[in-house]
């Protein structure tokens, strides 16, 4: 089974509009860390904003949240007032600290397209 | 601020030629990685570190061997390249905790072509 799924292969979406970007995962594990990473066209990975477990509140980064649901094992990204640098595809991360090494575990990836 | 550097940015080999990605990091951390990235694949993990002189497998390190003799560098070696291994590669290192806000940070990989 996939520890984390990204179920969109592409968006679109307006500049000034809000996108939700959908991400699910799998642990058993306690204690784990949600991370959302930028990676555009250049294809550098950008980090963007991070979700712990135990955190009570949504994170939020500027224009990104995380759109954290616990009980329901998802961390969407939600960047509100889209822009063109936007354009980019996105990668929704696990860590966990149980995991030897605590390498990222990533899902395929989101490629969100951003028109004026 | 240099972070994580990967060398070299590009390469491309034929069949059975042998190579060794390099990648340096100035931020003293414990832990480094090597991924490769395949078009809808997201990215694998293909060995890591968690400190100088200690090696580990991930989900694909089957082809590669890695060496981390001093605790700012690490080294992805491909012995005998097969056209499996036309990838990109990103090296990354970070705190130990995966639980922390510390996220792991990126090199900007290495384009690989085999042949």
């Known amino acids: 089974a996939q520890k984390i799924t990204q179920t969109q292969p592409g968006m679109f979406v307006q500049e000034k509009e809000a996108v939700t970007l959908d991400c699910t995962y799998d642990t058993s594990d306690p204690s784990y860390g949600l991370f959302w990473y930028k990676q555009p066209s250049s294809g550098e990975m950008i980090f963007l904003i991070y979700q712990g477990s135990y955190d009570q509140q949504n994170a939020t980064e500027g224009r990104y949240s995380l759109n954290f649901q616990k009980a329901r094992k998802s961390a969407n990204l939600v960047i509100s007032a889209s822009q063109l640098g936007d354009s980019a595809m996105y990668f929704c991360a696990m860590r966990e600290q149980a995991q030897a090494g605590t390498a990222l575990i990533f899902g395929k990836g989101t490629t969100l397209s951003v028109s004026s | 601020n240099a972070g994580v550097t990967q060398t070299p940015k590009f390469r491309v080999l034929k069949t059975g030629q042998s190579m060794t990605l390099l990648c340096a990091q100035d931020m003293n951390h414990e832990y480094m990685y090597w991924y490769r990235q395949d078009p809808g694949m997201g990215l694998r993990l293909i060995h890591y570190s968690v400190g100088e002189g200690t090696t580990a497998k991930g989900e694909v390190p089957d082809g590669y061997n890695v060496s981390r003799l001093k605790k700012q560098n690490f080294l992805l070696g491909l012995e005998s390249a097969a056209p499996s291994q036309t990838s990109v590669y990103f090296c990354?290192?970070?705190?130990?905790?995966?639980?922390?806000?510390?996220?792991?940070?990126f090199g900007d990989g290495t384009r690989l072509s085999i042949l």
């Open positions: 990354a290192s970070s705190y130990p905790r995966g639980d922390s806000g510390q996220p792991q940070h």
